[in-house]
Structures are given as structure tokens and as C-alpha cells.
């Protein structure tokens, strides 16, 4: 069974900047695609962004030139670098993982970010 375990969430003033990672229990080569994804209160899970195989990124517009995800294959983790944090980026974040034959989904347990105006 595969494990994603996010660190890195926490309280921030607006404009300040966080560093979430998501590591994985095996290769990272295992999985076509990763990402990161929120939730905020009261709102539906959203893609904010992701990395392929090939290191290839899409992000969320909202979140374009702020937030940055790398991937260290040597450490089995995908980053996500938050800057330029303002209140609308609060939510628990989730790291997810596809795997190659594209059959399996898995997810983390998620980690907190608050971003106080």
C-alpha cells in the first residue's frame, strides 16, 4: 500500500511564504503524475498544481507565479514552494499520486494552511 505524508502546513501572515512536501513510501517513478490539491471550508477539493514523470508542471490560474512544485527523485518527494500567500489560499492541502498504469489514485491525509490577513 502506497503512503503520502504532507509536512510543512501552517499559520502564516498574508504576503509570507510556506513550503509543503509530500513524501512517498516508494519511487516516485511509480507515478505518471503528483499534485497538490485544497480544500477550503465549505468548498469542493481543487487542483493547485502538478508534475509529471517527465517533470512537466500545470498550475491553478489563481496560484500561477506564486506557487512553484518540484519533484526530488532522490528523496521520493514533490515540493510545493507557496509564496505571496494571501487569505484565499487557506485550506488543508493534499498531496495525491497516480499511478503509471493510471489505475490507482492515492492520497494523503492533508496539511493545514491558514494565512491571516
Known amino acids: 500500500q502506497v503512503q503520502l505524508v504532507e509536512s510543512g502546513g501552517g499559520l502564516v501572515q498574508a504576503g509570507g511564504s510556506l513550503r509543503l512536501s509530500c513524501a512517498a513510501s516508494?519511487?516516485?517513478?511509480?507515478?505518471?503524475?503528483m499534485g497538490w490539491y485544497r480544500q477550503a471550508p465549505g468548498k469542493q477539493r481543487e487542483l493547485v498544481a502538478r508534475?509529471?514523470?517527465?517533470?512537466?508542471?500545470n498550475y491553478a490560474d489563481s496560484v500561477k507565479g506564486r506557487f512553484t512544485i518540484s519533484r526530488d527523485n532522490a528523496r521520493n518527494t514533490v515540493d510545493l514552494q507557496l509564496n505571496s500567500l494571501i487569505p484565499e489560499d487557506t485550506g488543508v492541502y493534499y498531496c495525491?499520486?497516480?499511478?503509471?498504469?493510471?489505475?490507482?489514485?492515492?492520497w494523503g491525509q492533508g496539511t493545514q494552511v491558514t494565512v491571516s490577513s
Open positions: 516508494r519511487s516516485i517513478f511509480s507515478f505518471n503524475v
Open positions: 508534475i509529471t514523470i517527465d517533470s512537466s508542471t
Open positions: 495525491n499520486a497516480i499511478s503509471v498504469n493510471l489505475q490507482n489514485d492515492y
